[in-house]
């Protein structure tokens, strides 16, 4: 890729939540890749240049988000702490908080557990995950904590907490009970809610919770996007 400008310099360090030596927590807004990707533009991880050392070496994510989820993401700063980092996302030890606003209305019991395995499906260039059953050959298991914290005849707001790190869980998790997630066309989520369009995928890893390379735990939070609080505002959803 070619040296990042002044402005996405500018961009990518303003996005920063968290930093010390051994990590770095951005949030990440909705649009942007965390990498790869098949758009020709810069992604999460071709900005992480901007932290790069006198050496080259730069920090590499820990972890992944969808294209259109925003919120919290970490970053490792060395070798050692993305070993760390990756025993404990493998460890299930890093606990994700997300907020999703799914229609219509509430869940059905308002709080609860998902349990629901998932299979990866290839369709063309793209693709999706499916509910299947525990004992397929392609199954993997997949656990979804969820709770609603507002919710109207329309639409609710609900805190999800994965348990396992599925492609796409929360999203096939969240459509398998009928309460698909805002704005997600591939699982049959409402594009038109309150009357207006639903401007991306209603998803926002909020906070994240993660032991620390030296010790301890550290805990980030990422603020509501502006676009998000703006559909609850029109949706009369209290904000959390």
Wanted: hydrophobic share 40%.
């Amino acid at each position: 890729m070619k040296p990042l400008g002044p402005a996405e310099t500018a961009f990518i360090r303003a996005r920063v939540l968290y930093e010390d030596d051994a990590v770095i927590a951005f949030d990440k807004p909705a649009g942007l890749s965390s990498q790869g990707g098949r758009i020709a533009a810069n992604t999460l991880d071709d900005l992480l240049a901007a932290f790069a050392k006198s050496n080259g070496k730069r920090p590499h994510l820990a972890h992944r988000l969808d294209r259109d989820t925003s919120g919290v993401i970490l970053a490792a700063r060395t070798k050692p702490a993305a070993g760390f980092l990756g025993k404990a996302l493998m460890g299930r030890r890093v606990k994700k908080t997300y907020l999703a606003i799914v229609a219509p209305g509430a869940p059905a019991p308002p709080d609860g557990r998902i349990e629901a395995s998932l299979r990866r499906v290839s369709q063309g260039r793209e693709a999706y995950m499916r509910v299947t059953e525990p004992d397929h050959a392609d199954a993997e298991s997949a656990v979804t904590g969820y709770r609603t914290l507002a919710a109207s005849e329309t639409a609710a707001l609900v805190e999800l907490r994965p348990h396992t790190g599925r492609m796409h869980q929360l999203r096939v998790h969240m459509a398998s009970i009928g309460r698909p997630i805002a704005g997600d066309a591939r699982y049959g989520g409402a594009l038109v809610l309150g009357g207006t369009a639903v401007p991306r995928l209603m998803l926002h890893a909020a906070a994240l919770e993660f032991p620390h390379p030296d010790g301890g735990t550290r805990r980030v939070e990422a603020p509501l996007p502006e676009d998000f609080a703006a559909v609850m505002d029109r949706l009369g959803l209290a904000r959390p």
